[in-house]
Nanobody, 123 residues
């Protein structure tokens, strides 16, 4: 069973950059499609980005708009989300997820989830 642990969140100012990491263990990382989701209190968890087992990247066009980059290091069993030009509306808990469906944007397509890391963008 895959275990996922996110890190790298914190408090930043608008316009800053931040890189989130998701360390995976307990499974063969390269066999999984990986995704990032985010959630604000009182709202549903929303898709941010996903990367297929082959490295193809898909982003939510409304929230990302070229500011975020998802990547994976299969040798290090780690997923990343590089975020730049951060805005207050990016404030959320960010979750990484693992599943077997390449290109999936729905939560239900992912089998394993991390505990989340808080990102707060505020001046």
């Amino acid at each position: 069973q895959m275990q996922l642990v996110e890190s790298g969140g914190g408090l930043v100012q608008p316009g800053d950059s931040l890189r989130l990491s998701c360390a995976a263990s307990g499974g063969t990382f390269s066999n999984y499609a990986m995704g990032w989701f985010r959630q604000v209190p009182g709202k549903e968890r929303k898709f941010v980005a996903t990367i297929t087992r082959g490295g193809r990247k898909i982003y939510d066009p409304d929230s990302v708009k070229g500011r975020f980059t998802i990547s994976r290091d299969n040798a290090e069993n780690t997923l990343y989300l590089q975020m730049s030009s951060l805005k207050p509306e990016d404030t959320a808990v960010y979750y990484c997820a693992a599943g077997f469906m390449d290109g999936a944007t729905a939560q239900a397509s992912y089998l394993y989830w991390g505990q989340g890391t808080q990102v707060t963008v505020s001046s």
